[in-house]
Structures are given as structure tokens and as C-alpha cells.
């Protein structure tokens, strides 16, 4: 889970396509700035500009994930060198200062029908 507030803004070091093609996605090295790591663990979450990517390597000040070729799709500015909005993942700990967004999505549903309140009966 994630605040979707921006704990820091980091920058995107390098882009290096994964093994098997344009359709593998890429590899993002990624400085995180002011971001502290040192409680972020293989296989934790980072938002990268509100995208939820898994941590495959880390350093003290920097951070790997792979980025697939569906979320290169489905988002902005995780496909080059640039400046990026960074948060860690919610734990129990901690103040949530806003609102709960999901880290995933597993479905999208459509409303069949609706009425206005009054119109029902008890």
C-alpha cells in the first residue's frame, strides 16, 4: 500500500533493456536521492512516479527494478534518464498522512445498474 504522497524525488541513472527483446521491458537503476534504504529489502515495493515496481538489487543510495513491457505501456517517464517521484511501501508503523492507494489492482468491475436513494424501499 502507498500514501501516494511523494517521500522523494529520485533519478532514473540508467535504462537497459531486459534479455529477449523490445517486448522483456527494461532494467531501471535508479538514484534515490534523499530516499533512505536502508529498511528496503529484495523484493520490497517503491512507487516510481505512483507505479508500484519490486526492488531486484539494491546499494546504499540506489535501487534495480524491472519494468515490463505492459507497465512501460500503462505509465509515463519510466522509459528514460529523467527525474522521478519516489515512495516506499506502507508498513503498520507508520502514519498514513492521506488516503490508502493499492499497490495492485486485480480487477475492474461495471456497474449494472443504479437508482437514487429515495426510490428505494425497506
Not at 505501456?73 to 490508502?100: F, H, S
Request: charged letters at 20%.
Amino acid at each position: 500500500m502507498f500514501t501516494g504522497i511523494v517521500a522523494a524525488v529520485g533519478k532514473i541513472k540508467t535504462v537497459t533493456p531486459l534479455p529477449g527483446g523490445h517486448d522483456a521491458g527494461v532494467r531501471l537503476d535508479i538514484d534515490a536521492g534523499p530516499l533512505p534504504l536502508a529498511d528496503v529489502g529484495l523484493g520490497d515495493s517503491i512507487a516510481i512516479n505512483g507505479a508500484c515496481m519490486t526492488v531486484v538489487e539494491k546499494t546504499d543510495n540506489s535501487f534495480v527494478v524491472d519494468v515490463s513491457r505492459e507497465s512501460l505501456n500503462c505509465t509515463a517517464g519510466l522509459d528514460t534518464p529523467a527525474e522521478v517521484n519516489l515512495e516506499k511501501a506502507l508498513t503498520l508503523a507508520e502514519r498514513l498522512g492521506a488516503t490508502w492507494c493499492p499497490a495492485t489492482w486485480t480487477a475492474w468491475a461495471r456497474c449494472a445498474s443504479s437508482s437514487p436513494w429515495a426510490s428505494r424501499t425497506s
